[in-house]
């Protein structure tokens, strides 16, 4: 076991270090960089005055005009383009190693403030999201396995397969018209996880407060989940209870409750079980950008989308770094569950 673990530490360290010299390499070629974006605001300033003082060439205006080049060389400096790509990616994997994630261009913080600021909005949806998903689909695909082929198989099927074909975006804006206020009942808040007035409501007020401001986010996020969750339970559960062991279980005589909760549902939930750590790790850092946008939530999905198109290098670079790290160790602990519900499988046996 642990030779495996430090085989699978050990190759975690290629991969990252693949990832970021994939991101940084791409990102030498993106045009419109920080740099670029404040000799613009520059040339703007510049521009405006010139066209103010009447010194402009008619209505063209030389963008080139007030940025020497010594300018220039300060502001490369000042982001670190002075230094040679290599250089530079050589300087930001040592500040990497030691967790030092940088400092964001424009927001002048930490990319560490930046994502524990963000973190609780993501993760109050992602974290919802996913003990309601697992909540509602797993029940819901055992008892279709059980009556597989009825009515109940059918229209639940269809249900949920159309929740699946509504992307959640769509869905947010019919919520929000159907009962935000935008044509018809104003019955949930527009925007937010919290009302302006929360820190004077009572604690059981706050509680209902947040709840209630969770109802359609929450509900536009996760009714796509359902089908995937919900399908893949009831396709394992089907799969075990054609198995042999369990018309050995029948022929014994033991109840059909029996055979399912005591033989059926222990097998067939390793592999849900195994999936687990990375979808409750997962929901943490899970943000969606439509979803944030739609219902004013200021997350890490906009955060990554606003750092994206401002170019905002240290914060792509610095939760890409620490979002793909959280990735593999969770991968790792997904394997590693395999052992602890499965003792049967061992890896060092079958040459991981």
Known sequence: MWTYIVKRILLMIPTLLGVMALTFAVIQFVPGGPVEQILLELKGRTGMGAEASGTSHGTYYDGRQGVDAERLKEIKALYGFDKPPLERFWLMLKRFAVFDLGESYYRHKS????????????????????????????????????????????????????????????????????????????????RGLTSENWAQLSLSGQILDYLWHLVLPLTASIIGSFA??????KNIFLEE???????????????????????????????????????????????SLLIETLFSLDGLGLLAYESVIRRDYPVVLGTLYLFTLIGLFTRLLSDLCYVLVDPRIQFDAIGH
Do not use: C
């Open 111 to 190: 990319v560490w403030e930046l994502v524990k600021s963000k973190l609780p909005v993501s993760a109050s949806i992602g974290l919802w999201s996913f003990f309601l998903t697992y909540l509602i689909s797993v029940p819901l695909g055992i008892a279709k396995a059980v009556r597989a082929g009825t009515r109940f198989d059918f229209f639940t099927s269809l249900i949920v397969l159309i929740g699946y074909a509504i992307p959640g975006f769509v869905l947010g804006v019919l919520l929000l018209v159907l009962f935000g206020g935008g044509s018809f009942l104003q019955i949930f808040p527009l």
């Open 228 to 233: 995937i969750v919900t399908m893949l339970t």
């Open 241 to 287: 209870i054609h198995k042999q062991y369990v018309l050995t279980a029948r022929a014994k005589g033991l109840s059909e409750r029996t055979v399912l909760w005591r033989h059926i549902f222990r097998n067939a939930m390793i592999p849900l079980v195994t999936g687990f750590p990375a979808a409750f790790i997962g929901a943490f850092f899970t943000g």
